[in-house]
């Protein structure tokens, strides 16, 4: 995990809104949220390991699961996981074996992130800023 240095760091906004400028950006909300917490993850690779910028958010006013939550960002980072080769590849178990292996641990869950993912996430930071914090 590599923390990124941003301007969107504790900024407020409704979670609609955020939803609606992020998603068509590729930006989804992890499936492990909470109701006062969660992240959007943007999956930058998936070549062997899978790449996300990540960015946490928590709920200032409401619950997540309550309409018109609004939300403080956290600071931004990436993240890199490591899953076991050839779980998915493997048909012998047939479609019972892959609905467990499906939802495997990763072999990694802070692999190491190279310097060439470090720059796409500076980008990708700069993109995020620019999505999100008016002009002015």
């Known amino acids: 995990m590599i ?6 760091e504790n900024r ?13 950006e590729g930006y989804v909300i992890a499936s492990n949220w909470d109701y006062d917490n969660g992240h959007f993850d943007l999956k930058i690779d998936d070549e062997g390991k899978y790449y996300y910028l990540r ?6 006013a409401g619950s997540l699961d309550y309409p018109g939550v609004t939300v403080r960002l956290e600071k931004p ?3 890199a996981h490591q899953y076991e080769k050839g779980i998915d590849e493997d048909s012998r178990g047939g ?6 292996n499906q939802f495997q641990p990763p072999i990694d869950p802070d692999a190491h992130i190279p310097n060439d ?4 996430g500076k980008q990708l930071v700069e993109k995020l ?4 914090i008016p002009e002015g």
Request: proline share 7%.
């Open 12 to 24: 407020i906004y409704s979670l609609y809104v955020l939803e609606e400028l992020l998603k068509p």
């Open 95 to 100: 479609a019972f074996q892959g609905t467990f």
């Open 55 to 60: 960015i946490p958010f928590y709920a200032v």
């Open 129 to 132: 800023e620019q999505l999100v």
């Open 77 to 79: 980072f990436l993240l």
């Open 117 to 120: 993912y470090i720059d796409i």
């Open 3 to 8: 923390p990124m240095d941003s301007r969107v």
